[in-house]
């Protein structure tokens, strides 16, 4: 493809009716720089807190290690429905594509080994996706409607699979929903770097200690699907943004008429999509019983697929975002595997968090939303002056709880791709 092909087909493909005349880019996007301070203030106002109450555990190296555990099934997932909807259709069928990982990693990791667990994972996912992009792409039918049923027939043929395949392991007492187990992965851990991190981070200095938990938690028994996940982010990044294959890819999610009309064979991008996007989930399902669990369960995958979803939506349907999104939503998902006081500081955090946000939106003259602000801070505050501890059905639904509360926060901001979710058919801008 010629220099001058290539420019003139990003102009009609982005700019279908002509190119904007020098209107300046909406405010309100976050830039890198802007997204690092956050960061570092949010480090730093954990490190406060944690100097006050005594408890340093939310940025402990175990906190950390935890909490990139559970952001993988829910990156992975997430990433899969990137993928798709940047194609154009709408994945919600990730869920029952996880739970078809879940099974098929199980199942070959225990007649096998856990790598190849992890290949027939990405496999069984990557097969509901095909299901998914036969159903919508070529026979046109709703992408919603296609995901629900996904997500009912999935889970029910692999749970009758699993009660036939596995009646003698289950006869002998091993439970009535569970596979048998497989040989786990390895795990990665940087001698030297990681102990050293653990002395500083054990000495409680202000901050200091808090960065070395942090950076301890990314270096000390770190599964290998985590380096795994996070390579294949940035690996879906250049592929969609840096290469001309993304570019087409992308077109058929924008304007799949105008890509059409270049020569784009939109069939074919949607498919290599939905299906690179059911192997993603699958990845994530796979993670889930090689490493979570090394086995199989009915209802392993406890809704990780949808809140994938809204990573991706809160990360504005681009990979760095949405790895922000599965870390904040991995985070609150590890809290589960914490003690009830580390939960309760976080209420804290998110009080103090509330007020800086009013007087930000107070310096904005947003008075509406000052009030509001100042109102759940309030309300925060009061919560954990008054209680000792969060109690545990609060803290299993904090994932779910936090996942409705960005999504209205981040709705704002949010720009989804033209032709998402719309039925395409050949031709049809002739």
Known sequence: MSQNFTTEYRKRLLFPLGEPSGKPAKKGKLSWPVVLLLIAGALVLFAAVGMATGNHSLTSSGQVSAALGSAVPIGMAGLGGLWSERAGVVNIGLEGMMVAGTFCGAW????????????????????????????????????????????LLIPGICAYVNRIYYKDYIS???????????????????????????????????????????????????????VLAAVLIVVSYFLLWRTVFGLRLRSCGENPTAA???????????????????????????????????????????????????????????????????????????????????????????????????????????????????????????????????????????????????????????RMPKADGQIYRKGQGK
Do not use: C
């Open 108 to 151: 070959a990791g225990y007649l096998v080994n856990p790598w190849v667990g992890l290949l027939a994972g990405m496999l069984g996912g990557a097969l509901g996706g095909l299901l998914h992009a036969i159903i919508t792409v070529t026979f046109g039918v709703d992408h919603i409607v296609s995901g629900v049923g996904i997500n």
């Open 172 to 226: 002998a007492g091993a439970g009535a929903n569970q596979s048998p187990p497989a040989d786990p992965l390895p795990y990665i851990t940087v001698p030297g770097l990681s102990s050293g991190l653990k002395t500083i981070e054990n000495h409680h200095w202000f901050l200091v200690s808090d960065i070395a938990g942090v950076l301890g938690g990314l270096v000390t028994n770190l599964s290998v699907v985590v």
């Open 260 to 414: 059409e009309s270049l020569g784009v064979n939109v069939y074919k991008y949607k498919y290599m999509a939905v299906i690179a996007s059911g192997a993603f989930a699958g990845l994530g399902g796979a993670y889930l019983s090689l490493v979570a669990a090394h086995f199989y369960k009915d209802g392993q995958t406890l809704g990780r697929g949808f809140i994938g979803l809204a990573a991706m939506i809160f990360g504005n349907w681009m990979p760095g975002g949405l790895a922000m999104g599965a870390g904040l939503f991995g985070f609150t998902d590890s809290l589960q595997l914490r003690d009830p006081e580390s939960v309760h500081v976080l209420i804290l955090i998110v009080a103090i968090a509330m007020a800086l946000l009013a007087l930000w939106q107070l310096y904005r003259r947003k008075f509406t939303a000052t009030v509001i602000s100042l109102v759940v801070a309030g309300g925060l505050g009061a919560w954990y002056a008054l209680t000792d501890e969060v109690q545990r059905p609060l803290i299993v639904a904090t994932p779910y709880l936090i996942t409705l509360v960005v999504l209205s926060l981040a709705s704002q901001r949010l």
